[in-house]
Nanobody, 121 residues
Framework: QEDPVESGGGSVQAGGSLRLSCEASGFIGCRFGVSWYRQGSGNEREFVASIESEGRTDYADSVKGRFTLTTDRAESMKFLQMTSLKIEDTARYYC???????????????WGQGTQVSVSS
């Protein structure tokens, strides 16, 4: 696996849902973390949520109760389930994978290219 690859962005009305995916199959068997960040027009990139390979999760206050991190059964895909979307959630969402052991494809963090989420009224 090279850089992270995100998918699942799109356009939705306020109150709707989207699920973003981040491919992490190359990290099975190693200790790693997957984080989601977003960057809206004219804004700095901000933390959204993160999940560690042992399952620990963390969320920004702005998305708690609305966004949920999940993993597929094979632990190869990390998902960001977004519900009750608001106009202010509009941004480009980036997946970052941090390898934390020598078994990982890389150590440290790498960013994906991002996927656009647009929420309209």
């Amino acid at each position: 696996q090279e850089d992270p690859v995100e998918s699942g962005g799109g356009s939705v009305q306020a109150g709707g849902s989207l699920r973003l995916s981040c491919e992490a199959s190359g990290f099975i068997g190693c200790r790693f973390g997957v984080s989601w960040y977003r960057q809206g027009s004219g804004n700095e990139r901000e933390f959204v949520a993160s999940i560690e390979s042992e399952g620990r999760t963390d969320y920004a206050d702005s998305v708690k109760g609305r966004f949920t991190l999940t993993t597929d059964r094979a632990e190869s895909m990390k998902f960001l389930q977004m519900t009750s979307l608001k106009i202010e959630d509009t941004a480009r969402y980036y997946c970052r994978i941090d390898g934390r052991s020598v078994r990982c494809p890389w150590s440290g963090g790498r960013w994906g290219q991002g996927t656009q989420v647009s929420v309209s009224s």
